[in-house]
Each structure stands twice: as structure tokens, then as C-alpha cells.
């Protein structure tokens, strides 16, 4: 055995103990970025399908409820469990003004180019993802999406 071959004795253990750590924390970063990455996407695919269910709605409280049934039912299928319930925000938008309730939204004139926007936002925990020497840490990540879809102009709403 040469003299060389003994000073590198134990140099593996070294290494391990060295980088295990920085491997575990990848791994973490890892799942903390796929949970938050399909969580958006889930909410995502809620903001449009809401969109889409107020915008084929004849009057405003059925394009509310419809947008707000909708949101959940997509939630709901894509298995995204928020820590609370997920905030539904409901709005229109005409020609001249960005920003109008709903109700007023449908009162405008038939031809006149309208959009129901719908906001969807959740909570999503990350608590369940444990990472070594972190004892009590509890995280959350907001994740929130929104969408528009115009109404038919000539189609008569009330």
C-alpha cells in the first residue's frame, strides 16, 4: 500500500456527508416546484373554465354561479385541495370601461363587444413537504390565474 493510497481513506464518507445534504435539498426544491407548478396549471384550466360557463350564461347571477360551479368542479377533478376555499373574483369589461360589475356588464346593448373576466386564486400548503432540520416550518403558496371571455354580441341576455 502506498502512502498515497492511505491519505485517501475515508474520503468517500467525506464526500457523502457533505453533499447529501445539498442532494435532500434538491430534492425538496424538486417537489416544492412540482406541487406549485400543477397547482398552477389546475387553476389555470378553473380561471378558463369559469371564463367560459359566465360567458355562455344568459343573465349576471347565473354567469356568477355558473363561473363560481365551475371553478370548483375543475378544482375539484384536478385533486388541487387550497387550504381554504378558492377565492372566485367575477367581473366585466365593455368598450369603454375595464372594470364594471357583472349585472352591468349584461345590461349593455346587444353588438357592443363585452368580456366576462373571471379571477381564481388558492392557497396551496406545502406543509406536507418535510425537508431535515426545518422543524416547523409551514408554508403556502398563492397561486392565481385570470381569464376573459368575450359574450355573443347578438345574443339576447338579460
Not at 500500500?1 to 492511505?6: P, R
Request: proline share 4%.
Amino acid at each position: 500500500m502506498s502512502a498515497a493510497t492511505g491519505r485517501t481513506r475515508g474520503s468517500v464518507s467525506v464526500e457523502v456527508a457533505v453533499l447529501a445534504p445539498a442532494f435532500i435539498a434538491l430534492m425538496v426544491l424538486a417537489g416544492v416546484t412540482g406541487r406549485v407548478a400543477v397547482a398552477d396549471e389546475a387553476v389555470e384550466a378553473a380561471a378558463h373554465d369559469a371564463a367560459r360557463a359566465a360567458s355562455i350564461s344568459r343573465s349576471a347571477g347565473a354567469a356568477e354561479r355558473a363561473a363560481r360551479d365551475a371553478a370548483r368542479r375543475q378544482l375539484d377533478w384536478r385533486g388541487l385541495n387550497c387550504t381554504g376555499a378558492p377565492r372566485v373574483s367575477v367581473w366585466g369589461s365593455t368598450a369603454t370601461d375595464d372594470r364594471v360589475s357583472v349585472a352591468a356588464a349584461f345590461r349593455r346593448p346587444l353588438g357592443e363587444p363585452v368580456s366576462v373576466w373571471v379571477r381564481v386564486s388558492c392557497a396551496v400548503s406545502l406543509n406536507d413537504i418535510r425537508f431535515p432540520g426545518l422543524s416547523g416550518w409551514s408554508g403556502t403558496k398563492r397561486v392565481e390565474a385570470t381569464f376573459a371571455s368575450p359574450l355573443d354580441r347578438y345574443r339576447s341576455r338579460r
